[in-house]
């Protein structure tokens, strides 16, 4: 991706700052159109290429530097465009997997089995599904209050109010 965007105009570029948690970051995003035929036999329905260049100061005047590429599926035509859709991935992929390591603890649990591995994964994306549907946080306070009380864990299976 890398390459292709060396060698290509971007249909578009956009440029923005975002300051905020002690944090300065700049951020510019181009966006490159792909021909109609792929550039590799795995990229089959990649449309766009959304490379962001990323730079500023991190907590306490770190600075940093950093390029990423992204493979887009849909032909959108404005970099501004590209840059919510990264972001809002982001956004959904940081509060998921934090929620996953630091309240569920999966990065701290060890197994040897590949299909146990496969099984809590499948198992850990469900309960946060039903907590969710059931219109709860899932959080440490909700884990705390629900742990080891079968009878108002089944209550979320059934979608209403445990204390009824």
Not at 45 to 67: D, L, N, P
Not at 121 to 129: G, R, T
Not at 136 to 158: E, R
Request: charged share 25%.
């Amino acid at each position: 991706m890398a390459l292709y965007c060396a060698f290509h105009r971007p249909i578009s570029v956009f440029e923005y700052q975002e300051e905020g948690r002690g944090k300065v970051i700049f951020r510019n995003i181009s966006l490159y159109a792909l021909p109609p035929k792929p550039l590799h036999k795995e990229w089959v329905g990649i449309k766009r290429i959304a490379k962001v260049r990323r730079w500023g100061y991190k907590k306490a005047g770190q600075y940093f530097e950093e390029t990423a590429y992204y493979a887009l599926s849909r032909p959108i035509q404005r970099a501004h465009q590209a840059a919510d859709a990264i972001q809002g991935h982001w956004g959904i992929e940081n509060e998921l997997h934090w929620l996953k390591d630091v309240i569920i603890g999966e990065d701290d649990m060890s197994y040897k089995s590949k299909n146990a591995i496969i099984m809590i994964a499948y198992l850990n994306n469900l309960l946060l599904n039903i907590i969710r549907a059931g219109g709860h946080k899932p959080n440490s306070d909700f884990f705390s209050n629900y742990a080891n009380k079968v009878d108002k864990m089944i209550s979320l299976f059934q979608n209403k109010d445990p204390k009824t």
